[in-house]
């Protein structure tokens, strides 16, 4: 079976772990310092500070831009549930706006009729590695005086006009979740230009403690800390990362010189002057005598694990239809989400399709995957 994720760990991976194991200092220290340096480096920001995860990242970064309970953030229900749940976590509100059919991402034409005094800042998602459209995001931003915080957990390497994403809002967080482009099982960073923020992010996951550490506290925080273990995997993956976009553009451009051929398939779009990541290939299907489900089945039985990711996007799961029971609820107002109707979410989220498109696949696996494409659909 060709899976969707197949996690890079070779003899680099290994020695650097052991390097740090058998240095007796495991926790975040001076390896984390050089994985941030060289990550700020890649993504072209002045300052970026690990976590332990992407959610803790976001979570992270939301705290350190102040923003608070009943603020209104706004995001895309077409991501996983943590863009949306580490708005919720720290009493925000996620109001979600309806995505773009072809590029799944947070449609900006839709952004400023969602906006209101309460609206505090604006979480574009890169999803599936596709950036977002951070020309209009950024002007609509600058207009309306919000903050702007890239969730670009699935977009490491991903670009717009040769930038890299992360480095366009006043944060972005990113994910090295183990199936992400870059992997340190669990992981996370925040990117940022901004001395302030960063300041206080660094602050916010280290219970409150300033930069010269020891046990003064100034404000409250967490323990949303990295082990210098998992970022001593991180610097190899880094230098990895160049060569697996490279690898996972290449396959996505493969599949779509064929899906691109089939009346029932659309690939997602990249947007003139992007480069997607590519982290996840998943085309729309559009058909009346395919579902999803039984092309999902077929790619199965040519021994390729396909699958969907967000068939309920975010206002359609129980969490946010059950936001009364949240903790918040008690003091924040949040919307009646049942009401909410965001068709482009709902359509793509019932009609797309993941197929393996990672780094791992080598020749005979991508020839394998492009036949059960054409077996399937023609
Ligand atoms: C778009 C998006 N946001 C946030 C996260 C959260 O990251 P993590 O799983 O590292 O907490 C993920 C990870 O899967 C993600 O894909």
């Known amino acids: 079976m060709i899976y969707v994720a197949k996690p890079i760990v070779e003899s680099e991976e290994i020695q650097a772990v052991k390097e740090v194991l058998k240095s007796g200092m495991l926790a975040e220290g001076k390896v984390s310092r050089e994985f941030e340096k060289k990550y700020s480096e890649y993504i072209g920001v002045k300052y970026s ?3 332990s995860n992407g959610t803790t990242a976001l979570h992270t970064a939301l705290e350190a831009m102040n923003i608070q309970p ?18 919720a976590m720290i009493g925000a509100i996620p109001i979600f706006v309806d995505i773009d059919p072809f590029t799944y991402n947070i449609d900006p034409e839709l952004i400023e009729a969602a906006i209101t005094p ?33 969730d670009a957990c699935q977009a490491h390497g991903a670009e717009i006009g040769g930038r890299k994403v992360g480095s366009f809002g006043d944060a972005a967080a990113f994910s090295f979740y183990a199936t992400k482009n870059m992997m340190t099982g669990e992981g996370g960073m925040i990117t940022t230009n901004n001395e302030e923020l ?20 100034f404000q409250i925080g ?28 290449k396959n996505a451009e493969e599949f779509s010189k064929v899906v691109n051929e089939i009346d029932v398939l659309t690939p997602q779009k990249e947007l003139d002057g992007m480069k997607s990541a590519y982290h996840v290939y998943a085309p729309v299907l559009d058909s009346d005598y395919l579902t ?12 390729i694990g396909a699958r969907s990711v967000y068939t309920l996007p ?32 709902e359509r793509i989220g ?29």
């Open 49 to 51: 500070t690990v976590t």
């Open 70 to 87: 009943g603020d209104e953030v706004i995001t895309s229900p077409f991501t996983f549930i943590a863009s949306a749940n580490t708005i």
């Open 118 to 150: 309460k609206t505090k800042a604006i979480m574009p998602v890169h999803i599936f590695g596709m950036p977002a459209d951070m020309k209009q995001i950024m002007e609509i931003a600058e207009k309306h005086d919000l903050l702007v915080l890239e």
């Open 198 to 217: 960063y300041d206080n992010a660094t602050m916010v996951k280290n219970h409150g403690r300033g930069k010269k550490g020891g046990y003064s506290h």
């Open 222 to 249: 967490y323990n949303f800390r990295m082990l210098d273990i998992v970022s001593a995997l991180g610097i190899v993956q880094l230098e990895r990362l160049p060569d697996v976009i490279r690898a996972q553009r």
């Open 292 to 303: 999803r489900d039984d092309v999902i089945d077929k790619f199965r039985n040519h021994d």
């Open 314 to 345: 975010c206002h359609k799961q129980d969490t946010y239809l059950n936001i009364s029971s949240w903790r918040w609820a008690k003091f924040v107002d949040y919307p009646d989400y049942s009401k909410l109707q965001l068709p482009n979410s």
């Open 350 to 378: 019932n009609q797309h399709f993941q197929i393996p498109s990672h780094a791992s696949i080598n020749e005979d696996e991508r020839k394998q995957i492009l036949t059960a494409i054409q077996d399937i659909f023609c």
